[in-house]
């Protein structure tokens, strides 16, 4: 397991820009699938995003498509989530996750049982 530790979340306008951080721990990160999950109040967590160990394919969710970018750099041992156009439905704990057995895909955005989750970040959007 990697450990993750995510930074960067806030309180922001709707249609304000966010970009968080998530450090990790341990060699080989482009062994690792990585992901971002959200949850906000009295709903179940969500998959939004997922990108490749290598960077090179990402998936995204409907609600955040052409609005949040996820991209990672492996050699600082880093992954990051760039939301801008932010909506108070973005409001939610975010979560960063990786896993060495999962590949990025639409699927594994709906399965919540990634090897390695951060402790969280809250994003709050409201004027």
């Known amino acids: 397991q990697l450990q993750l530790a995510e930074s960067g979340g806030g309180s922001v306008q709707p249609g304000g820009s966010l970009r968080l951080s998530c450090a990790a721990s341990?060699?080989?990160?482009?062994?690792?699938?990585m992901a971002w999950f959200r949850q906000a109040p009295g709903m179940r967590r969500e998959g939004i995003t997922c990108i490749s160990g290598e960077g090179g394919t990402t998936n995204y969710v409907d609600s955040v498509k052409g609005r949040f970018t996820i991209s990672r750099d492996n050699a600082g041992n880093m992954l990051y989530l760039q939301m801008n156009a932010l909506k108070p439905e973005d409001t939610a704990v975010y979560y960063c996750?990786?896993?060495?057995?999962?590949?990025?895909?639409?699927?594994?955005?709906?399965?919540?049982?990634?090897?390695?989750w951060g402790r969280g970040t809250q994003v709050t959007v409201s004027s």
């Open positions: 341990g060699l080989n990160l482009k062994d690792y699938a």
């Open positions: 996750v990786a896993d060495s057995d999962y590949f990025c895909s639409e699927f594994a955005l709906k399965h919540d049982k990634w090897d390695s």
